[in-house]
């Protein structure tokens, strides 16, 4: 056999044992599970509405939806509305808000309209996961001024407001 040919096959059978002897390193590895989950997404209303007649601020019922001929200078009317509040899932934030209740006629431009809510006595903004099942209660308060900027011109003038929607927004609760 040629030296060349005897080089080459020690060659070749010192690069098998090389790579004989890689492939049995060993290294450590180690696994872990995370069990599977079930995930449900939790939910936001406000249902059962129960809405009271317009009531003038000394308690007195007024024209139910019809407000005409109701209302002088220096009156206040109010309407209330209660929902139960349903907010499930953890986490969970909603502000409060009122929509619509435009106002429009000729004595839009001397009322001022303005909604509020109360959960539990308080006055409030916003609702969480905590207040589900509570009662929400809407406010909207009609006020007429007396005095500056009321004048006979407004006598029989007449005020449409469209329907108030009262909305819970959900909003991110960091």
Known sequence: MKKSTKGALAA???GVLLLGGAGSLAFWNATA???SSD???GSLTLT???CSEWVLDNGE????ANLADSIVPGDEITKTCTYTIGATGDHLRATLGASGGAASGDLAAAVTVTPTFVVDGNAVT???EDNDGDTLTAKIVLKFPYGTGVDNDTQLDQLTLSD???TATQ???P
Do not use: E
Request: charged share 15%.
């Open 33 to 35: 599970t995370i069990d």
């Open 171 to 173: 909003v991110h609760n």
């Open 12 to 14: 070749s059978a010192a």
């Open 61 to 64: 019922v007024v024209g139910g």
């Open 164 to 166: 108030y929607v009262v």
């Open 39 to 41: 995930i449900s997404a």
């Open 48 to 50: 059962d509405d129960d």
């Open 126 to 128: 916003s609702i969480t």
